[in-house]
């Protein structure tokens, strides 16, 4: 790193309001954690997310949502009722102190209450509004309901997910609006620099579903050009070569995935592995007369395939999970272990790296580990805890606002925040 | 280029692969100049991976890097030859912003690390990509996506209680990690634009791609607890899972979260199952779960994907066809967002190349070039872009600088 940078955030200077749910909540705390001031608004009483699981201590209260705390770090927190007529006034004239709104209603529910983009943009001409939806604002599923489970089946990763005499899987942990509020990120931000040539917000409309499309990878592609549809393959995959491919092999004490590339750069790690397999007395006369440099995996028959995963099965089943790693490691393999969390926060890779962060929540009383930096470059990290449910009331609406104590009193008695 | 938020911007682009051309690609999508310094020696992986046209290899002939990268030129030059460096010197001093995803220490050995950029550019943006990071044990030992999705934790929650755990279909951290790639980029560039400095950006798919298992990760730090692969149920909702219809390997996602969804839904299929006291609750419908599943799907194998979808959705339960690659290029909503863009490539004629899931009211993404054959531009940026003479192309061509 280069000392002589100052020590700014990337997007230092910027605000914005994020008025998302679950769908969209990823999207601030990425803005967040480049170095904007991103104010979490929230109904009085607090977001739904807050429902969602896990809990700490198995105890659902909307303080201890641990789905809420990952994606809420670095965030200012304010309630606000905006389907009341103070309370859309109150958004309004917030709207017109910020560089951004970020929100994830049903698509038109913010027109209704006079709070779209037409009107926000017309009190504040640079804003910035990006709204989040399972399809799109427009569309004939624009009004669809939707779910992770759902968007994960319509955006095409689950067909290709799972066992072939099986039905299709999605992850046990929700993804698909991770996708949809990183896209919303990046789009956000080009709108703000873009801003600083045109001088005028814009509209962003992100499509969940569509954020999902690329993790088909070459699935497209497969049926574009040769009319194949490409499946599930269980514990193999397709796709990448002529024969199907196993992915997923059992350790002495758990699995690992490790697999056969192609071309020059599976060539290296081939030959690594025949080379392996030799001094454990497991290579055969086929092993010993292939180069391996010059062996192109891609290619390979299915013959060749099974007859390789016999002798490999052979040798990783003599070993641990974390053994075949570290070979891995020094010989250069394509090969790691399928680790759970708690693997995953022993990695030393990790560790060196300082990639996990403590977070001091002064109401639980300690502090707890958290997943670190997004990247690294010259800006400081901080790590702040995600907000209490109305926790700057005051700081913002009488700061920014000018409110007074008295006022504050009586919204929050009407309920308007 | 020349058009969109980032006209005028100039990338040059050593990325390869799948995560780096995605960080690089929303810079190309809205306007920047984005050259791919390619080798024909060492072609990227998604080059020489299937599928190819007519099932015959080539470079120029896969459709899976022409998917992925539309809007880009490709350069080609032999990075090892003694001349090359006439040629990156003339590169460097053109370009805004230097991407790649190599692994740790090859750029160090052509001199376009950070510390030799920044003397010929000191505001240079750097984007180092790679599969875990620049420094750190494990710096040069390249996984790449497919096993990474292991070392993360991914295929430890993929997989049904009574299986094992499962790989994924793809290079899945590969397709997480561009966004935060992206965002640092476009950050990068919108900083350098108020302060005049530059930025040196290490992104590490694996440290990136764990923000995706966040509350998982929590659930580990904070209570001590891994719940690991579920199959498909929700704690919360029920049903909720994928049932199989009518056709070859055809499903429907449904997920029914409340009371009147679940109402709704029984309205639809059996009307006996609301007042079926197996059934009536959500504690109830998870006791009974699979005898549940079973019923349900006696009635989704009498209809298409397509009939369940809709009728759930008209009566407003969440559902969602399973699609397959063919389902997704018909996709209706899809194709409103005009989100593939189909280009003319030389060798592969029309084909759709990956757009992009936000629509910007103002600067939309656009297609302006398809996806480049390999060495494609080499004259153009060399003569056009760079300002060499004919002849000193010539020379330099002749050598065997860009084979």
Known sequence: MTPDQPAESLLGGY??????????????RILAGLGAEVIKVERPGGDTARRIGPFYQDIPHPERSLFWFAHNLNRKGITLDIETKDGQELLRRLSSRVDFVLESFSPGYLEELGLGYSRLSEVNPRLVVTSITPFGLSGPYRDHKASDITLMAMGGYMYMTGDP???????????????????????????????STSG?????????????????????????????ILGRAGPYRVGLSAAKQRQLWESSDGYVIFYFAGGAFGAKSNAALAGWLDEEGLADDFVIATDWGNFDM????????????????????????????????????????????????????????????????????????????????????????????????????EGDLGLSDAQLVSLKQAGVI | MGQGPFAGVNVLDFTWGLAGPLSTKYLADYGATVIRVESLARPCGTRVSPPFKDRVPGVDRAGYFVFFNANKYSLSLNLNHPRAKEVLNRLVAWADMVAESYSPGTMERWGLDYESLRKVRPDIIMLRSSSQGQDGPH???????????????????????????????????????????????????????RTGMGQYIDCSQLETSLHFLAPAMLDYTFNGRQTGRQGNSCAYACPHGVFRCQGEDRW???????????????????????????FS???????????????????????????????????????????????????????????????????????????????????????????????????????????????????????????
């Open chain 1, 15 to 28: 605000r914005g309001l994020d008025l998302t749910d679950e769908k969209g909540l990823l999207c601030g």
């Open chain 1, 165 to 195: 005499d099986r039905p299709p899987l999605r992850i046990s942990v929700e993804q698909a609006y991770l996708h949809a509020a990183s896209e919303a990120a990046v789009a956000t931000i080009i709108a703000l620099y873009c801003r």
């Open chain 1, 200 to 228: 005028e917000g814009q509209h962003i409309d992100v499509s969940a579903q569509a954020s999902l499309v690329s993790s088909t990878v070459n699935a497209i592609p497969f049926w574009e050009m040769n009319r194949v």
């Open chain 1, 298 to 397: 891609a290619a390979a028959t299915e013959e060749v395939e099974g007859h390789l995963e016999k002798l490999v099965a052979l040798l990783f089943r003599r070993h641990t999970s974390a053994e075949l790693y570290e070979q891995a490691v020094k010989r250069g393999l394509t090969l790691c272990p399928v680790s759970s969390p708690a693997e995953v926060l022993k990695n030393p890779q990790l560790k060196a790296r300082d990639y996990w962060v403590k977070v001091r929540h002064d109401e639980l009383g300690q502090d707890f580990d958290y997943p670190g930096p997004f990247f690294r470059c010259s800006a400081p990290d901080q790590y702040r805890r995600a907000p209490l449910i109305g926790e700057h009331n005051r700081e913002i609406y």
């Open chain 2, 139 to 193: 710096a040069s030992f390249s996984a790449f996506g497919i096993p990474l999705v292991g070392l993360a934790g991914f295929s430890y929650f993929t997989g049904w209680p009574d299986g094992s755990c499962l790989p994924l279909p793809s290079a899945y951290s590969d397709l997480i990690s561009p966004r935060f790639a992206a965002a640092a980029l476009v950050a990068a560039l919108d900083y350098r634009r």
């Open chain 2, 252 to 278: 429907c996602a449904v997920a029914v979260f409340s009371d009147e969804e679940w109402q709704a839904f029984c309205g639809l299929c059996q009307p006996g199952w609301s007042r079926d006291p197996r």
């Open chain 2, 281 to 403: 609750t959500l504690r109830e419908r998870k006791k009974n779960e699979a005898e549940l599943n079973k019923l349900i799907e006696e009635w989704t194998m009498n209809y298409s994907p397509e009939e369940v979808m809709s009728q759930m959705q008209a009566r407003g339960v969440a559902a969602g066809i399973v699609q397959n690659a063919r389902d997704l290029r018909h996709d209706p909503q899809l194709q409103e967002r005009a989100y593939f863009w189909e280009m003319n490539h030389p060798v592969l004629g029309s084909f759709p190349h990956l757009g992009q899931a936000s629509i910007l009211s103002q600067t939309p993404a656009s297609p302006v070039m398809p996806a480049p054959c390999l060495g494609q531009h080499t004259e153009h940026v060399c003569t056009q872009i760079l300002g060499m003479s004919d002849d000193e192309f010539l020379g330099l061509y002749q050598a065997g600088v860009f084979d």
